[in-house]
């Protein structure tokens, strides 16, 4: 909790909080419900470090591995898909039965249709289990996380407001299609594709905390975005100032009156009918038509030949050409790459595993529910215990049995034993393939050998980027500390060097001492030896 309270100006005290967490999480604790949910409320900083710790990726992998989390995940996987076929195939019957009505000036005008238009009867019951299981399921994880006093965490996660969305369109739709029902054709048509975004959108996000490389697809995509706000905002004064521009340029001329010529019998009369200018509308008579043309001028849809007319439209289309599709389209690609770097290279396993956590706290929290007591009678999930052990596990020693079969034997080929081993092998591949795999699938995983499941689920345990950086801290510091000892013993040498230069500067000053009081006694000898001389001399 005090974690919350750090800011970003104490790096000393985030840096403490990071040890604690990592020291914590090395002892490996007992991963509960609430242990999950409390690394689900710990403070994007801190949470980024706990999901990359390998402890962490190992409770997470055996949690989604077990039989309730991967039930969950196919039955997810199952329902949403049935949801977007059977709506979509429900959506294109009734427009199909759209009925118009041709008015007097050749246009035509929806009817509202009142009455029952029902595709096949198994679609309406198809909507109606998929909105029954998606409700259930919200309902139970709501009450289990009011039971574990955990509501705020529902309230604060996205993911299940998108889930509520999503179901409260699919009642709506059901009933709708139901009743075949359909006022007003541009609205339900409107209504109709927002829902299908809204399907899709919640299939991303469960295919999100499934797949890391999709994980990482999707949080790129939405890292870029964010990174792109600076450059779209200018990208739009710049196509709203070129289509005000273009308009000025060409509005009223001969390009856009003759767009304007009379079409009823009566305002023909007596008009001369210019030859045309262009072919269609004259796309720059009008800022609504301008700005939708000026991006696809953006896109590379351009023909040049409607600014033959105008030189100032030739010359704000080249200038267009080269600020807009040569500069800015350039500059966006680099942007985009750069960004996309960054989320793969330094935050791809972050984004997976938030989203595996996210899940994976959802299925301890409706595992741990009020009903946990009851439901465990009919069916024993919870016997995998929080450690995720194995001996308890269903059809795990009969799965590595079937397996080790195909390991080498040391058979002669061709001897009895080899066919013999041959038949076992090819009957215990078609029951795997033909028998246990697919009932497995058919309850959901349920029945599947652990092996199975792990393989399908778990991911590669990563280190975080942190670690990383602490590691090459370590080595940078490690190779200082070594420079620095080399740097010691230079300046010890250094300073003995110095000792025996100095003592033997100060030898060969004595000795040049001596030498000089040497030479100064044999010159005072041979000053004395020369008066002698001369005196000798004189007395001569």
């Avoid at 007992?30 to 190992?58: C, G, H, M, R, Y």
């Avoid at 369109?169 to 109709?192: C, K, N």
């Avoid at 289309?317 to 996309?340: E, G, R």
């Avoid at 069916?379 to 799965?399: A, I, L, Q």
Wanted: glycine share 4%; net charge negative.
């Amino acid at each position: 909790a005090r974690s919350m309270t750090i800011s970003v100006d104490k790096p000393q005290d985030r840096e403490n909080s990071v040890k604690c967490l990592k020291l914590y999480l090395e002892a490996n604790p007992k991963p509960t419900a609430d242990f999950l949910t409390a690394l689900q409320n710990l403070p994007e900083w801190l949470s980024d470090i706990a999901v990359v710790t390998p402890s962490v990726q190992t409770i997470l992998n055996k949690k989604i591995s077990q039989r309730f989390p991967t039930a969950f995940l196919m039955f997810d996987f199952t329902f949403l898909s049935a949801i977007i076929v059977a709506f979509t195939y429900g959506i294109q019957h009734m427009i199909s039965e759209f009925k118009y009505k041709e008015n007097a000036d050749g246009s035509f005008t929806f009817e509202p249709y009142k009455g029952t238009i029902p595709p096949d009867d198994y679609v309406i019951a198809v909507l109606y289990c998929c909105a029954i299981y998606f409700i259930v399921r919200e309902s139970v994880q709501v009450m289990s996380l009011v039971g574990l006093g955990l509501f705020k965490t529902w309230l604060y996660d996205s993911g299940n407001w998108l889930d509520v969305l999503a179901v409260t369109l699919v009642v709506y739709w059901t009933i709708q299609i139901h009743s075949g029902v359909v006022p007003d054709e541009p609205a339900f048509r409107a209504g109709a594709a927002f829902s299908l975004a809204v399907f899709w959108m919640s299939m991303l996000y469960f295919l999100k905390s499934t797949i890391i490389d999709f994980a990482v697809f999707i949080g790129g995509v939405l890292f870029v975005v964010e990174r792109l706000a600076a450059f779209l905002l200018a990208l739009a004064v710049i196509l709203v100032a070129f289509s005000m521009m273009f308009v000025t340029v060409f509005r009223q001329t001969y390009a856009c009156t003759w767009d304007d010529i009379p079409e009823t019998e009566d305002d023909m009369i007596e008009y001369e009918l210019p030859e045309s200018p262009h072919e269609d509308h004259f796309p720059f008579c009008d800022f609504s038509n301008s700005i939708i043309y000026v991006y696809t001028m953006l896109l590379g849809e351009v023909s040049d030949s409607i600014f033959y007319d105008s030189p100032s439209g030739i010359f704000l289309f080249i200038i267009f050409m080269f600020l807009v599709v040569i500069l800015l389209a350039n500059v966006l690609i680099a942007i985009v790459t750069d960004s996309y770097g960054v989320i793969k290279n330094e935050r791809a396993a972050i984004v997976f595993w938030s989203n595996r956590l996210d899940f994976v706290a959802e299925m301890d929290a409706i595992k741990a529910g009020p009903w946990k007591k009851k439901v465990s009678t009919f069916y024993p999930f919870t016997n995998e215990n929080n450690e995720g052990e194995k001996k308890s596990e269903f059809g795990r020693e009969t799965w590595d049995s079937l397996i080790n079969l195909f390991q080498d034997q040391g058979l002669g080929f061709l001897s009895l034993n080899f066919f013999a081993y041959l038949l076992i092998r090819a009957a215990t591949i078609i029951f795997i393939v033909f028998i246990w795999l697919p009932l497995g699938l058919a309850t959901a995983g349920w029945l599947w050998a652990p092996q199975v499941r792990e393989y399908l689920l778990h991911q590669k345990t990563t280190e975080s980027s942190h670690q990383n950086e602490a590691q090459e801290v370590e080595k940078n510091m490690n190779a200082i500390a070594g420079a620095q000892t080399q740097i010691k013993k230079l300046q010890d040498e250094l300073v003995s060097d110095n000792a025996a230069d100095r003592k033997q500067m100060i030898m060969v000053k004595a000795t040049l001492l001596d030498m000089r009081e040497e030479i100064m006694e044999e010159m005072d000898s041979i000053r004395e030896k020369t008066r002698r001389i001369q005196e000798l001399h004189t007395r001569q």
